[in-house]
């Protein structure tokens, strides 16, 4: 190796530098996956707010049923559903496998079920919704977006987040192996 006071390693003209300049392509494509994570773990937060704020409002009795509806039965244990990102954010930062992999099994058995079946069961059909009294304090939110549009975005936020902490860990795994290896 050469110093800048001695002379340059033989063999060399000082071109050969490039290939240390490159980023691996697994933390190349770990840093894209978590950023991923990040961003769906904050729209998750988001909706988690407006339904913590909804089932507050009513709890507290904050506001009149009028004016804020009482929240559906699904709304409750959908709150559970901020443990699997709790624990996405936490692994994140230090590559965490054991805390992602229980993000993942949390969300798969917790969030996406209840937030794909019991919606279903338990909201009333669309021709029932006008004589309910006040509208879900998250509808009121959004500008009126419809119910169903909520849940929809539930179950694609916990989707896509168990599909890229899958592709995460799998990256993770590649690189633990790689280093084994070696």
Known sequence: MA???????????????????????????????KSEIRK???VHVLVWVL??????VSQLGLVSHKVVASPYQW?????????????????????????????MISAGLFCVPLSSTEP??????????????GLPLHLRLLGGVGHVLV????????????????KLLDQWFTSTQDKKKK
């Open 120 to 133: 279903w069961r338990c909201s009333p059909g669309p021709a029932a919704l006008p004589p309910r009294e």
């Open 40 to 42: 769906l773990n904050m």
């Open 3 to 33: 110093s800048r006071a001695g002379p340059r390693a033989s063999g060399t003209d000082g071109s050969d530098f490039q290939h240390r300049e490159r980023v691996a392509s697994h933390y190349q494509m770990s840093v894209a996956l």
């Open 51 to 56: 339904m913590a704020a909804q089932v507050t």
């Open 75 to 103: 709304e409750y244990p959908y709150l559970l559903s901020l443990i699997p990102t709790v624990f996405s954010f936490t692994a994140l930062p230090k590559n965490n496998i054991s805390y992602l992999v229980v993000s």
């Open 151 to 166: 849940i929809v975005i539930a179950i694609q936020v916990h989707g896509w987040q168990i599909y890229y902490s899958k």
